[in-house]
């Protein structure tokens, strides 16, 4: 790059952080993508994200009770792009925490 204009230099160093940061973007919304169309699916602990549906079965609630828990905080989905995502680790520690609390 040393023969490059020190603005292009520049601009070529944010793109290519740009396109960097995209990759790992793409890559989280491939794997969220990933485990909804797995058959059959692996253990819970083998999957990566774990989407709506998923966490519905694990905690055993409605899709009413599920946005409840998300508007009150209790439950803080990763988001990749309008998709929640979640991790099983951020799941167990919220039952975890029920059950420290005394409510399960």
Known sequence: MEHLPKDLAIHLVEIHSYAREMRD???QIRDCLLVQHVVPQPS???Q???DIEQVLRILR???????RFVNAGKLVPRK????HCY???DLEEMIQ???RRGRI
Do not use: N, P, Q
């Not at 609630?61 to 946005?67: A, E, K, V």
């Not at 990749?80 to 998709?83: C, K, T, Y």
């Open 97 to 99: 925490e029920s059950k």
């Open 87 to 89: 991790y099983l680790e």
């Open 44 to 46: 819970l602990r083998d």
């Open 61 to 67: 609630i409605g899709r009413s009770t599920y946005y």
């Open 25 to 27: 973007y793409m890559l």
């Open 48 to 50: 990566k994200l774990l």
């Open 80 to 83: 990749i792009g309008e998709r």
